[in-house]
C-alpha cells in the first residue's frame, strides 16, 4: 500500500508539471557525437556563435549553429580587384564550407542596420518567455582560431520565444544569453562565466538587429560548468529572464571569477 501510494505521489507530481512550447521541439545531431565539458578559459581562441535556430515551431531542429550573425564585409570597391576578390573569395568560401557543413550554418540571418541608437524593443518576460533544459545535452561546436580545428562541448538548449503580437527588434551585440548563479553570501544572483578574460568591443557609427516575430522562437546553446555543488541559477536574456533551476557548479570556476556583477530581476 505504501509502495501504490508513492507511486501514485509521483505519477501525480509528474502529471502536475507544466507543459511548455519547448516540449514539442527535439533538437537532432548525430547519436555518436563525442563531447567533453569546456574546461576554464579554454574558450579565449574559440569561434563560433551559440545561436542554433530562428524562426517558427517545428518538430525537428539540426542542431547547427549560425558560424556569425553579421555578414562578411564588402569586397574592394575597384572593378578589376572586385572580380578577383569575387573569384578567390567564393573558391575559399567553398572548401571552408565543406569542412564547416557539419557545424554550422552557410545561411544568414536577415540583419537590419540603423545609424540611428534607435531605443530597441524592450525585451523583458512581458514579451518573452525563456525555458531552460539544463538536464538536456546537446553539443556545441567552436573552431580554434589558430589550428582550425573543431572542438564538441556538453552543452544545454535554451529556448525564447515571442509571446508578444508585434515583431521584435534582437540587436547582434555580444550578449545574448547571460547565466546567473546565486550567491548565498550576497543574496542575490550574479553573471557566471566560464573564464575570467576580458571581452572587448569597438566602437562603430551603426546599429544591428534581427526581427522576431509573433510566435517565433530562438534557440542557444550554453556550455556546461565542470561538476560541484548543486548552484540555484536563472538565465538572463536582455531584460528577460528565465525561471529559477538547479544546476552543478565547481566552487574553483566562482572563485576564479575576475568579478561578480549582481542583477536583480
Do not use: W
Not at 548525430?30 to 563531447?35: G, I, L, W
Not at 564588402?74 to 569542412?99: A, C, F, G, R
Not at 536577415?110 to 540611428?116: A, G, L, M, P, V
Not at 550576497?186 to 562565466?193: A, D, E, P, Q
Amino acid at each position: 500500500m505504501k509502495a501504490y501510494n508513492l507511486l501514485f505521489v509521483s505519477l501525480l507530481i509528474i502529471s502536475c508539471q507544466e507543459k511548455t512550447f519547448a516540449d514539442d521541439i527535439t533538437l537532432v545531431y548525430p547519436k555518436n557525437t563525442k563531447m567533453k565539458i569546456q574546461e576554464f578559459n579554454e574558450d579565449g581562441n574559440l569561434g563560433g556563435n551559440n545561436l542554433i535556430y530562428v524562426g517558427k515551431i517545428i518538430p525537428k531542429i539540426d542542431v547547427r549553429y549560425y558560424e556569425s550573425i553579421l555578414p562578411a564585409p564588402p569586397p574592394p570597391p575597384n572593378e578589376i580587384n572586385k572580380k578577383y576578390y569575387n573569384e578567390k573569395n567564393n573558391k575559399e568560401i567553398d572548401s571552408i564550407y565543406l569542412s564547416k557543413k557539419p557545424y554550422f550554418k552557410r545561411n544568414l540571418l536577415k540583419i537590419n542596420f540603423s545609424k540611428e541608437n534607435e531605443p530597441y524593443d524592450s525585451l523583458t518576460n512581458k514579451n518573452l518567455e525563456i525555458i531552460v533544459k539544463q538536464k538536456d545535452t546537446i553539443p556545441i561546436y567552436k573552431q580554434d582560431y589558430i589550428t582550425h580545428q573543431f572542438k564538441t562541448f556538453k552543452a544545454f538548449p535554451v529556448f525564447i520565444k515571442n509571446i508578444s503580437n508585434k515583431t521584435l527588434k534582437i540587436p547582434t551585440e555580444y550578449k545574448g544569453v547571460a547565466f546567473y548563479a546565486f550567491d548565498n553570501d550576497l543574496k542575490n544572483f550574479y553573471y557566471l562565466r566560464n573564464s575570467n578574460y576580458m571581452i572587448c568591443g569597438t566602437r562603430v557609427n551603426f546599429y544591428t538587429y534581427f526581427e522576431l516575430k509573433p510566435n517565433e522562437i530562438l534557440i542557444y546553446a550554453y556550455p556546461y560548468f565542470k561538476k560541484g555543488k548543486i548552484h540555484k541559477a536563472k538565465v538572463k536574456f536582455y531584460d528577460a529572464s528565465s525561471k529559477e533551476f538547479n544546476i552543478s557548479i565547481d566552487d574553483k570556476i566562482i572563485e576564479d571569477q575576475r568579478n561578480r556583477y549582481i542583477m536583480d530581476f
